[in-house]
């Protein structure tokens, strides 16, 4: 196991070579003509934008480093024909809100958990915690790269278009005041979210091995890990202290990869409940297009929280049992069911059908559900009254939008 691990260790090693090779190819494919301005060039360069948090700060900020980064304000105005409907701004603020949210938290567990390069903001990493993740999954450590980078991209582009079309960006800088983790490899910067003290809500589990169910008639749902839900738990190491004992190390790593899962499927269920409500064609373009990668992030973490290995964590009791055997196995914890069951959807007259659930509008989907339901995670615990006033009106707002 231990040659396994030092073997995924240096592949890492070796990817983030490859990684600089690219991002030197890249500079030199953003040195070519303006149109040629790469994928990547322009989201480093909004990358940039939020790392110093002028995002949000107006459009003008916003206008000028895309100028730097090729796209000129003019291009902008040829895009932005006609004003969005109250609704669409509403609704666009509020998925901003949670991509910001979302980019934290993927942020603080890249800097332990996930692969340093310059395409997202960097810790230096904690290799016990990584060693944990990678009982998971080999390649985790991308993973947790690749869907902080994805975060960072969907935040950045909902508010660059917000800006585009005169509507205001979002910025929660304000509230950037939860303390880092302590641990070697976090920096030492003024956090939106908790990851430390989680209540993880894990009957998303069970929800999408249901053939009979659906949270939009109703219905609730077991837990796979019940002692998730039942106190708070590090899904990051608080502090060196905490990378061991093995089993205390495997357990954070563990409660990691089902919380992935926990706000992944969030995302996967937001994106189509809100899109219910959008006028434009192009804003619809916009939710019909992001919302499916929260989803291909979802199945991917759905796949890996299946191998955390049964144990039990010494320093807490924390239980992670084996899905796979008595009382739990079968079509509702069996790990290797990750393809959504085809459930009962609109009527129970109707057959059956493999969806995303829930997706009623307003519903346990919607906009002020998310923020309740990442409220009950603890994701805002330390936050003041303020944050959480904030949010709730961004999140009535897009509950109230309807198709105009
Ligand atoms: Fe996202």
Not at 132 to 158: A, K, P, R, W
Request: proline share 6%; net charge negative; with cysteine.
């Amino acid at each position: 196991m231990l040659d396994r691990l030092n073997h995924d260790q240096k592949k890492i090693v070796e990817c983030n070579a490859q990684q600089a090779q690219k991002e030197e190819i890249m500079t030199q494919n953003a040195q070519q003509p303006k149109h040629a301005t790469s994928r990547r060039s322009f989201l480093r360069k909004g990358l940039a934008v939020g790392g110093a948090g002028i995002i949000g700060a107006g459009a003008g900020a916003i206008g000028t480093e895309l100028l730097a980064g090729g796209i000129s304000l003019p291009a902008f105005a040829e895009a932005g024909s006609g004003s969005l409907t109250q609704g669409d701004v509403a609704i666009l603020r509020f998925l901003a809100a949670v991509e910001i949210i979302e980019s934290d938290l993927w942020q603080q567990y890249n800097e332990l958990g996930g692969i340093q390069d310059s395409e997202v903001p960097g810790g230096s990493g904690s290799a016990p915690y990584i060693a944990g993740l990678l009982v998971l999954d080999g390649d985790m450590s991308q993973y947790i790269h690749d869907n902080t980078e994805d975060e960072f991209s969907h935040m950045n582009f909902l508010n660059a278009y917000l800006a585009s079309k005169g509507a205001k960006p979002v910025n929660l800088d304000t509230f950037r005041t939860l303390p880092s983790s302590k641990a070697t490899g976090a920096q030492q910067i003024g956090r939106l979210t908790n990851l430390m003290q989680l209540t993880v809500d894990t009957s998303w589990w069970t929800r999408y091995r249901s053939s009979t169910k659906n949270p939009d008639f109703g219905d609730t749902f077991p837990q796979a890990i019940p002692g998730l839900f039942a106190g708070q738990f590090p899904a990051i190491p608080r502090n060196d202290g905490d990378l061991s004992p093995k089993d205390h190390i495997q357990a954070i790593a563990s409660t990691a990869g089902f919380h992935f899962g926990y706000i992944e499927q969030g995302g996967s269920s937001l994106y189509p409940t809100l899109a219910q409500g959008v006028t434009s064609l192009e804003v619809l373009r916009i939710l019909l297009s992001i919302g499916p990668v929260e989803t291909s992030h979802f199945q991917t973490w759905h796949d890996k929280a299946g191998n955390a290995p049964p144990l039990t964590d010494p320093t807490n009791g924390l239980v992670f049992p084996d899905l796979n055997a008595a009382p739990f196995g079968g079509q509702t914890f069996q790990t290797n069911l990750i393809m959504p069951e085809p459930t009962i959807f609109l009527s129970r007259k109707l057959p059956a059908v493999s969806i995303i659930r829930p997706t009623q509008i307003a519903g346990s989907g919607g906009a002020v559900a998310t923020i309740k339901s990442f409220t009950a995670d603890g994701l805002f615990i330390g936050q003041p009254p303020e944050f959480f006033a904030v949010l709730h009106n961004l999140a009535e707002q897009a509950d109230a939008a309807r198709r105009g």
